[in-house]
């Protein structure tokens, strides 16, 4: 299998560049902020059922 390579280093600078704007980009949250928004979901949707159908 033949691995080609680009030579235009310009392109090469923009893809380093974009790669390292989308890991900025991407954030990530600890467990504990997880479980609450999961619970604050789950709540969420308890108040709906409870409105909406009365339980």
Avoid: P
């Avoid at 989308?22 to 308890?46: G, M, N, R, W």
């Amino acid at each position: 299998m033949k691995t080609t390579t680009s030579s235009n280093s310009k392109t090469n600078k923009e893809l380093v560049k974009s790669a390292q704007h989308i890991q900025q980009k991407s954030t990530f949250i600890s467990e504990a902020d997880y479980y609450d928004y999961e619970a604050e979901l789950v709540q969420e949707k308890s108040d709906y059922y409870h409105l909406r159908y009365g339980y």
